[in-house]
């Protein structure tokens, strides 16, 4: 199964590690991909030379979608 690409700023990460999807490329791809976040889905996400699988969420927290990454599992593209 082929899950879709985007991008995230691996910088913009919360107190949890989660990545935040908030950033202008994440946007970009989001609507470029008519992609609209859902609570669980599966995506590739990417930064510059690097990508990983996150799995979205909504942070209650912060009123914003975020993905969990392994960090651990990250690889070179």
């Not at 690409?5 to 970009?28: K, M, P, Q, S, Y």
């Not at 930064?47 to 942070?59: I, P």
Request: hydrophobic share 40%.
């Amino acid at each position: 199964m082929s899950h879709p690409r985007i991008f995230a700023d691996f910088h913009n990460a919360d107190e949890r590690g989660r990545l935040r999807l908030n950033c202008v490329g994440t946007i970009e791809d989001l609507r470029l991909q008519n992609i609209k976040l859902q609570q669980g889905q599966v995506l590739v996400i990417y930064s510059e030379e690097l990508e990983v699988y996150g799995v979205v969420q909504f942070s209650e927290e912060e009123s914003l979608w975020v993905a969990a990454i392994d960090w651990q599992q990250m690889r070179d593209i």
